[in-house]
């Protein structure tokens, strides 16, 4: 089993800044791809960036050039900066990532959240 647990989220006022961590645990051989997801009270969960194996990484339109994912793949962390925040990116933050948890064996697991308040 995989377990995620994320942090670094907060209140900050609008401009600010915020970093959120994911870091995955247990019977691992490899992490493929990370992502981070977000939902807002009443919309659908988005993607908000992904990242993988080599490093290539993916943004949604609303937070290209704000936004920036990494990874640590020695430590199994995800990493999200996010500057310039704006009051439209309140929501709650998730990670997921897709892990080798066998020989040929790949499923993919969430994390529990973190809230992220932009106050304008």
């Known amino acids: 089993q995989v377990q995620l647990v994320e942090s670094g989220g907060g209140l900050v006022q609008a401009g600010g800044s915020l970093r959120l961590s994911c870091a995955a645990s247990g019977r691992i051989f490899s992490i493929p791809a990370s992502a981070w997801y977000r939902q807002a009270p009443g919309n659908e969960r988005e993607l908000v960036a992904s990242?993988?194996?080599?490093?290539?990484?993916n943004y949604a339109d609303s937070v290209k050039g704000r936004f920036t994912i990494s990874r640590d793949n020695a430590k199994n962390m995800v990493y999200l900066q996010m500057n310039s925040l704006k009051p439209e990116d309140t929501a709650v933050y998730y990670c997921?990532?897709?892990?080798?948890?066998?020989?040929?064996?790949?499923?993919?697991?969430w994390g529990q959240g973190t809230q992220v308040t932009v106050s304008s």
């Open positions: 997921s990532v897709r892990a080798q948890v066998g020989t040929i064996r790949y499923d993919d697991y």
């Open positions: 990242i993988n194996s080599g490093g290539i990484t």
